[in-house]
């Protein structure tokens, strides 16, 4: 079973849920509604032809500060390709009149001309793309890597979730989801339900705050440092400001 | 539940300073008697924030701090956040480039097997196979170290290809540590394997089935002691394993002896790979001259443009998408999944570590044994707390 | 195990003939004071500033390594010289904070940093840990010039 095979059997059984595919370097990654999400990964463990038995990992992605789609950049991209059309244009009808020597050197500008617009439409393409993307409503992505360990599949499920939603825990289909859903609610704030352990596992219990937000200053909280600084042992030197990652 | 059963349920502390937990690992064990009825294992006493880390830095800059990840397999390390970088940016890498990195995984794989042998011994009660494999390891260190410098945090592979070209006198070392290597061996082999305080202390302990070894996510040797024939390198193949000969050991039995052997097995199997890397390594570049990372690396004695200071201040351009890409690494299954947004820093970075999974599958393994028995299936799952807390 | 294995304990045997074996062959280690051990060509330890000919460092301060570094732990000061042209003022490494990757000996255009041989930096307060410009140029003694 080829990826898109993969994508249209789940498309036929989901129809509305399914919000469509992406493939990059042949990593297969599919979105889908968070209300059906675990309906879907039920049905990707289950079918009997693609028994996705293994989760890698679950993860999330907190897309608040993710670059906006950049028109302006595809409309000049555009422009200048234009632009180089015509000159090609103009190339040809000199190339007509001119003598050996110049018809070379016209012949060659011709061609990179050529690649350049080619590189150009390229690139507009890619940013166009970009561009129709639908605009995110909610904050969060919730990943999932599935793989199967009998069939050579992998695939990647993706559900857009807010700040209040609360997912269903995996941890019924795959027991390995557990630790990293415990991840997730520690790093990111989202919240499962049916989960049996839920609790922060790599901040302390009394930690304020979700480290993995991009709303989280790398340094850490300016209260900490002054609170370091400020309790040094006698004879340390204070951290100097450069040192202090950017 | 009536109070005489209350009474007899004691909660014991192991860790965070446990000479037996590999690490700062605390675990909260509920004992019944001599029986574990509960696990609770605790960590973050290292956390670092590597992956909030990566998102501030370029790919380039995170290199080293991947080194530290899982501090006794570096090598592997770094090949693996290498190749998955290489992934998203779709850049081939030299032949002679390929066959160093395998040379310089297996001899990292080896070197990861040999601590944990020693210190499994160690933890089982046996001093003397420490020693040996301790001895062992030290000379696969100094071959990294002729190489690269460094004994530890070897920052080694690059994207694009390795740091510098092996020299010929690594190449000494190297045939001369696989024509002794497997001779030594055999001797902590004879040592243990069939010891009858050894074979006790291991047979039937920690027996974890086919199907909870998948579910439960275990991966590497620690999944083929299970019985499950899985491994990346033959089943997701990446840079030259598919031109190599070698096995898959594997066992059925799922205790601890039978991952104790899956490792011995997978030694003498890295050996073999290292032997056909010796005959058929190439000639040529150790380095893709068209990667962009290899840039500032190189002395344009031309003087510094414009595009150096960019590539400094920006990183380099990656395309836009997402990739994971997993490695077969001497714990486990070790991947790096990206997020690129165009820039030249990872929009985000989750890395998967074999351990962080093994950790929390410990409670369904240790359940209802005996207390006695917890290190060594600790020891024989084979975790390091750098990887863990992250 | 064999039962015959089993009563004449062959295991207990094998294993004790091994360590008895290594009783008497050579020894692995070294007595690290004393005796210490041969460096590699490629060692990564403490930085060293190169000079150029007239005896300045050869830096010019373009902030490569500045940048570069995972740890942040280099500074580099940029500002008039003595003999009034604009350049290198200082450079500052923190060892303490140094993680001894080498991406800025290899990121350096011109070859103006390299790394030695010394290894023992131990020191009784961090600030001993800063190594200013002087430090760097003056305190490193030239045991090895440039890496391969």
Known sequence: MKNDEIVGLLKGNFGEAFRGSEELSGDLTVKVDLDRLHEVLQFLRSHPSLEFDYLPFMTAIDYSVYPKPKTKEMETKLKEAKAKEEKIKENEEKLKEAKEEEAEKLKEEIARLKEEVVKAKEESEKLKKEAEREERKKRFDIVYQLRSTKHPYDIRVKAEVGEEDIVESATDIWNSAGCDECEIYDMFGIKFKNHPDLRRILMPEDWVGHPYRKDYPLKGRKEDDEYLDTHLPEGQLKRPEHTRMP | ?390 | MMMKEHILFADLIKGLSITIKKFFGPSVTLHYPIERRETPERMRFLHKLVLNSAGRPKCIACGFCERICPPKCIKITRGKREDGKIGLTGYELDIGRCIFCGLCVEVCPEEAISMTDIYELATYNRAEAVYTMDRLVRDVPEKREEEG
């Open chain 2, 1 to 390: 539940m009536n109070s005489v059963e209350e009474t007899r349920r004691v909660e014991i502390n192991m860790g965070p300073q446990h000479p037996s937990t590999h690490g700062v690992g605390r675990f909260i064990l509920t004992l019944n008697g001599e029986i574990i009825e509960d696990v609770k294992p605790v960590c973050g006493y290292l956390h670092r924030g590597l992956e909030k880390l990566a998102e501030n830095m370029t790919y380039q800059q995170f290199m080293p701090i991947v080194d530290r990840l899982d501090y006794v397999a570096s090598m592997n390390n770094d090949l693996a956040y290498c190749l998955a970088v290489e992934k998203l940016l779709g850049m081939e890498v030299p032949e002679r480039a390929e066959y160093i990195r395998v040379i310089v995984a297996e001899l990292g794989r080896i070197a990861s097997h040999l601590i944990w042998l020693g210190t499994m011994a160690l933890d089982i009660g046996a001093l003397t196979p420490f020693f040996y494999t301790f001895r062992d390891r030290e000379t696969i260190y100094d071959m990294f170290e002729e190489i690269c410098g460094a004994r530890l945090m070897y920052n080694y592979v690059r994207i694009g290809g390795v740091a510098k070209d092996i020299t010929p006198k690594f190449m000494e070392m190297l045939k001369h540590f696989l024509d002794t290597f497997p001779r030594l061996m055999k001797e902590t082999d004879g040592l243990l394997t069939k010891n009858r305080i050894w074979m006790r202390r291991t047979k039937d302990v920690g027996v974890i089935s086919y199907d909870d070894a998948i579910n439960w996510g275990l991966s590497g040797p620690s999944l083929r002691g299970s019985g499950v024939n899985w491994d990346l390198r033959k089943n997701r193949p990446y840079g030259i394993y598919p031109s190599l000969e070698f096995d898959v050991p594997y066992f059925p039995e799922g205790d601890v002896y039978a991952r104790y052997l899956v490792r011995l097995e997978e030694i003498n199997q890295s050996v073999r790979i290292l032997r056909q890397c010796v005959e058929k390594i190439p000639a040529g570049e150790y380095m893709n001259p068209e990667s962009p990372f290899v840039r500032p690396m190189k002395k344009p004695k031309e003087g510094i443009a414009l595009k150096d200071f960019v590539l400094q201040i920006r990183g380099v351009k990656m395309p836009v998408g997402e990739i994971y890409f997993g490695a077969e690494n001497p714990k486990g299954e070790l991947g790096f999944y990206i997020v690129s947004d165009g820039a030249g820093k990872p929009y985000r970075m989750k890395i998967r570590t074999p351990s962080f999974v093994h950790v929390f599958a410990l409670p369904k393994i240790v359940k209802g044994g005996l207390v006695a028995d917890i290190v060594s299936v600790i020891s024989s799952l084979d975790f390091v707390f750098g990887e863990v807390d992250r």
